[in-house]
Each structure stands twice: as C-alpha cells, then as structure tokens.
C-alpha cells in the first residue's frame, strides 16, 4: 500500500517518461503536480503541551583536536559518555567521501 502523501499516477508518468519524450511528458507533469489531488509533506503541528522539556544542558566548550587527514580533520566535544566527535570536511564530493571513510 502506498502512502498518503504518494500520488500513484505520479509514479506511473515517472515511469512512463523513461519510454517517452521529455517535451511530451513535462506538460503532463506539471499539470498532475498543480492539481489539488497532490499531497505534499509539510509540518502542520507544534509540540504537545504536556510534553517533557529537554532539560539537558547545553555543551559551551570548545572541541579538541583529535587527529587530521588528507582533506579532514576530527575534534571531539563534550566529556565523558555525553561526547560527540564532529568531522570537518572539506574538499569536491570524492574526497570528502574518501577522507570520511
């Protein structure tokens, strides 16, 4: 079963368009996707009034340096079992990736 939010004659233009031409499926396209029938994902709520507010406390201290890679660098921040290791990347999308691991 599909979700609510996806409109099945989407799908089957989606599909459809890898036979057919782009010019003839992008009017149908567009004329499906402004239709009121399409559901999108957005948020429409706020949190519950009675829910547990975070009292955790917010982490000010600087990150230490652990260790740098071609194109990367490691720094832990926060202490003991509340610690996180951030990663600051940079470099084009391979070699981010490579240096990430």
């Known amino acids: 079963k599909l979700p609510r939010t996806t409109n099945p004659i989407i799908i089957t233009i989606i599909i459809m368009s890898a036979r057919a031409p782009f ?14 029938g ?9 949190p519950s009034p009675d829910a547990q507010p975070n009292k955790n406390p917010i982490q000010t201290s600087q990150p230490v340096f652990v ?11 926060g202490e003991g079992e509340d610690s996180i290791s951030v990663v600051h990347l940079w470099g084009n999308p391979y070699q981010k990736g490579f240096a990430h691991g």
């Open 23 to 36: 010019a003839i499926m992008l009017p149908i396209l567009v004329v499906l996707l402004c239709s009121p």
């Open 67 to 77: 260790r740098k890679v071609l194109n990367a660098s490691l720094y832990q921040a």
């Open 38 to 46: 399409v559901h999108c994902a957005y948020c429409n709520g706020k």
